[in-house]
């Protein structure tokens, strides 16, 4: 079926030790964020977010709440979206977060240079203070995993925040009780998650719906990590673009997952739960409403649960991983042929 590494069925991999303490350091890193935001010499007026694969995915949440919250314009690219389009907009009032985990994504390094050429604030979000991202250019924020760079992203879109003058105490607590809270959130998971890799590891096309601060980690599971790692035909849809066709492949012999949160966009959600129910097989709803998050404000838990998601992905594939037998570690093309 691939070439990936198989290694036939077996046990699920542990929740990885350092979730909390990853996410705790990324969380020590606020003065120095908040420090440097507030310092650029020149007023923000459009801030771009870059990144490739599930570096771009990761933005999603930050966009979400910079989309909710700020008053200058934001943008999302692609790494060479950006470059090869070139906005001329971007310039000395522009800000611009780079977003590399290994920091060896040529596209994303090629990027971020382009913009600090052009006089743009630049920050990398990388987890390698020695890799090619970090150092070619000026400023970087380093985290120790991918649910640490969450953070990271959180705390500059907070600061960003706060330099516009709006007061993000509410916000900046429910980010420190999130290791903790998310950890919770991974535990209570893993049945759900068991359930869910066995019933679907062999569907033709795996479909997950999710809509808003979800959507990153709704395509990171499908992109990452049923194509890239498990070699599956799959496709994130939109709640709401669903409806615009999508919808006409479903019958009673389809198996989908949809990722409902607690944002404004949620409505979209309960509106595919409606049809699914109605007119699918079997439906699998992870709702961000089962999750405790203990510490998390009522009031705040739409802006923690895109980063409870994005974790909660990594274990759902990890479970596949197990019933599959592919690890995760295995590619047919990605690093192993010119490209």
Same mark, same amino acid.
């Given at each position: 079926?691939?070439d990936g =590494?198989?290694?036939?069925p077996?046990?699920v ?5 350092d979730?909390?303490s990853?996410?705790e350091?990324?969380?020590?890193l $606020?003065?120095q964020?908040d420090?440097?935001?507030?310092g650029l010499?020149?007023? !923000?007026?459009?801030?771009f977010?870059?990144g ?6 990761a ?5 979400y709440?910079l989309?909710?919250?700020s008053?200058?314009?934001?943008h =999302?690219?692609?790494?060479d979206e950006f470059y ?8 000395k009032?522009?800000l ?5 985990g290994?920091g ?9 240079? $382009?913009?600090?050429e052009?006089g ?5 979000? &990388?987890?390698?203070a020695?890799?090619?991202l970090a150092q070619?250019?000026? &400023?970087?924020?380093v985290?120790? =995993?991918?649910q ?9 879109a907070?600061?960003?925040?706060k330099?516009?003058?709006l007061d ?9 009780? =999130?290791?903790k809270?998310?950890?919770?959130a991974l ?6 998650a068991?359930a869910?890799a066995?019933?679907?590891?062999d ?9 808003g ?7 990171t599971?499908?992109m ?6 498990? $070699?599956?035909?799959a ?11 999508p919808f006409?492949? !479903?019958?009673k &012999?389809?198996?989908?997952i949809v990722?409902l949160?607690?944002d404004n966009?949620r409505?979209?959600?309960e509106?595919?739960r409606?049809?699914l ?6 439906t699998?709803? !992870?709702?961000?409403?089962q999750?405790?998050?203990p510490g ?9 649960l895109?980063?409870?998601f994005?974790?909660l ?6 479970h596949?991983?197990?019933v599959?037998?592919?690890?995760l570690?295995?590619r047919?093309?990605? $690093?192993q042929?010119?490209?």
């Open positions: 079926m691939t =590494t198989y290694l036939g077996g046990p991999a542990q929740i990885p030790e979730v909390v990853s996410q350091h990324a969380l020590q $606020w003065p964020i420090n440097h935001i507030a010499d020149h007023p !923000i007026h459009e801030v977010l870059v490739a694969g599930g570096s771009f995915l933005m999603v949440p930050a966009q709440v989309d909710l919250h008053n200058v314009p934001l =999302t690219y692609n790494s090869y389009r070139s906005p001329p907009r971007v310039g009032h522009s611009v977060v780079v977003l590399s290994t060896n994504t040529p596209e994303t390094i090629r990027a971020g240079q $382009w913009a600090q052009r743009a604030a630049v920050v990398a979000v &990388t987890l390698k020695d890799g090619p070619s250019l000026s &400023t970087s924020f985290a120790t =995993t991918g640490g760079s969450q953070i990271v992203l959180q705390l500059v907070l600061a960003v925040l330099r516009q003058g993000v105490s509410l916000m900046s607590s429910a980010l420190s009780a =999130t290791p809270a998310l950890y919770e535990e209570s998971f893993e049945p759900q068991a869910i066995s019933a679907m590891k569907v033709p096309v795996t479909n997950v719906l999710a809509s601060p979800l959507q990153g980690a709704a395509e599971f499908t990452c990590y049923l194509q890239e790692m498990q $070699w599956m035909h496709a994130t849809i939109n709640a709401d673009e669903f409806f615009q066709g006409e492949v !479903i019958d &012999t389809t198996k989908s990722f949160g607690e966009t409505p979209m959600g509106r595919v409606t049809f129910d109605t007119y699918s097989g079997e699998f709803y !992870i709702d961000g409403r999750f405790g998050l998390v404000a009522e009031s705040e838990r739409s802006y923690v895109p980063l409870v994005h974790a992905v990594a274990r759902l594939a990890a596949y991983a197990a599959r037998g592919y690890a570690e295995g047919r093309y990605m $690093w042929v010119s490209y």
